[in-house]
């Protein structure tokens, strides 16, 4: 049964991929733990591209539309999902959202998954990358707990970084580890309250997609 | 069928709870995001109860036993429950630990559950008490977006109040709107690095049980 849901899901994951892809939009998938700091990256991401890049997002959450109002107000097309107690996105969701979503207008689109380390993992949407928010706080044995999320990443993000002195978190210990799962991940230690980081990020992600600036 | 499957958890949970209730051993689901801080919590309180009552830890996590490595250095009975990519624990996996515990020679049970602020809260386990980890670096607004585990639990801990100083965190603002969802909820400041509110914690604990120490 698990494996019925996850081939149709496939199924509607490659619409969407066309459908991404005649439109000329590059998508990626955000997930991490709660509060690890989506919507903050998404924030600092709009204002590092704004005028250069036109994006749209894509808010899931279990409930409300906090984040959505937030990004709304940064004058992007925003798109809230609520899964009603469903502890991930699927692809089904994301074709919904497309439908409402102006696709020809935009670049590069920002899903931002539900806050959860574990179901997000096993359900492709059709994105064109996988990138994992971790945190500072939430510790670095998280690969170890998590191994899934931490394998099908594209880009590791290490977020909080400004609470480095506060917290006992090896950044090098935990990159070895995750590189040790996944050869080929790009890992980016971040401050989205500072900014530290950001630049490295958006420029790999523009290096992901045929974006010009 | 989903709602098959939590009818058959419910059946298997009743009969953890009768075993539990037999053996006068009392039972605590400590639920949370990943990294919150239900380990710490767990060494916290078996600390402040050495050779005052009997503990046992029942560890559950998606993959590893780092955690049952950690308590068991404790000198706690402790069994590991990995879910291998299940996001949460169900009432079967409790009734095989606790086949794998000595339970007549044990006052308090800790179980700590997968992290995870949404699955968790639709399965019940037989525990006595549900106990929910906030913490200050995921934000004030979780109350919002995971609302049933706020709703269903009976004491929510807000962890790593030593970063209040260098996070946007309202406390007050928090417990308002969580006593707005859940009005016989108990609420805790604490911190498991410094050991603040922990003795308000434990006392609330045994206060729930028929324990004296």
New interface residues.
């Given amino acids: 049964m698990v494996k019925d849901i996850l081939d149709a899901n496939e199924q509607i994951a490659q619409r969407n991929r066309n459908l991404l892809d005649s439109s000329n939009l590059f998508a990626v998938n955000l997930m991490s ?3 690890a700091g989506k919507t903050s990256l998404i924030l600092q991401t709009i204002k590092s591209l704004k005028g250069k890049i036109k994006i749209g997002v894509i808010e899931g ?4 539309s ?1 984040d959505a109002e937030v990004i709304a107000k940064e004058g992007v097309p925003v798109v809230q999902i609520n899964t009603g ?1 469903g ?1 991930h996105l699927d692809a089904n969701m994301l074709s919904t959202a497309l439908d409402n979503m102006p696709l020809k207008e935009l670049k590069l689109l920002l899903i931002e998954n ?6 997000p993992a ?1 359900f492709t949407l059709g994105e064109h990358r996988k990138v994992l928010v971790s ?1 500072i ?3 670095d ?2 690969p ?5 999320m931490f394998h099908k990443a594209d880009a590791v993000l290490i977020n ?1 970084i ?2 480095l002195p ?2 006992n978190f090896d950044t090098q210990a935990f990159s070895r580890v995750v590189r040790g799962m996944n050869e080929k991940v790009e890992i980016f230690p971040i401050s989205c309250a500072t900014g530290q980081g950001i630049e490295e990020w958006v420029s790999w992600l523009l290096s992901q997609t045929s974006l010009q600036v």
């Fill in positions: 733990s709660p509060g959450d279990v409930s409300s906090l107690g502890c539900v806050g959860n380390l574990i179901c096993e945190s706080p939430e510790g044995d998280k170890f707990k998590y191994p899934l909080k400004d609470l506060y917290l």
